[in-house]
């Protein structure tokens, strides 16, 4: 699989992981929202706020934020919305560049003022990380009111959308020899 190829499929995985993690959050807006659900909000907020200073980015265009954060937490429908257009440019991008330009390095400016210098490949993985991170920090906050937290791995993104990954039992495996005693 080439790069842009890993990407894009991380990318699809993302949109996966944020839609169950905004139904999660739903969820939780229905039964009672609180302190920490506004926490879990306001967490999801960067991360989208991130990786929109990061399509200016890649698109070498200013963009307007000075923060990473918001003054008020937005509402979960309009962050959702904004998540899933996001999401959706994120792919609908990659599928669009070729080589040369996933590996051309671009000069951008931080929101602190400092400049910064990176691959598109660098930023898209930066993405990439950063979103996890966030969508992990969120899982817990909603595993500790609701004792549970939608799935967010990449290998249960793949298994469920090509199932026939999934095979049979004990196809395709070996063994591994057990890791030595220290």
């Known amino acids: 699989m ?3 190829g890993l990407l894009i499929s991380l990318f699809r995985y993302k949109a996966w992981a944020d839609e169950g ?32 200073i990061f ?5 070498r265009v200013r963009h307007a ?21 996001t999401d959706q440019w994120y792919v609908a991008y990659l599928e669009r560049l070729d080589e040369t330009e996933l590996t051309e390095a671009i000069e951008f400016v931080f929101t602190d003022g400092t400049p910064g210098r990176m691959s598109r490949e660098e930023m898209l993985g930066h993405i990439i990380a950063h979103a996890g ?15 549970s937290s939608p799935r967010d791995t990449f290998t249960g993104y793949l298994h469920e959308v090509e199932p026939a990954r999934r095979g049979l039992p004990g196809e395709h495996r070996t063994t591994l020899p057990p890791v030595p005693a220290r």
Do not use: C, M
């Open 65 to 85: 934020y000075t923060k990473t954060e918001t003054a008020e937490v937005p509402k979960l429908e309009d962050l959702s919305r904004a998540i899933r257009e």
């Open 55 to 59: 399509v200016a980015n890649l698109q």
């Open 133 to 147: 991170y966030h969508r992990g920090e969120v899982g817990r906050i909603l595993t500790q009111l609701t004792t």
């Open 21 to 52: 993690l905004i139904a999660g959050l739903a969820r939780l807006e229905e039964e009672a929202p609180n302190d920490e659900y506004d926490t879990a909000v306001s967490v999801l907020n960067h991360a989208h706020i991130v990786d929109r």
């Open 2 to 4: 080439s790069a842009q």
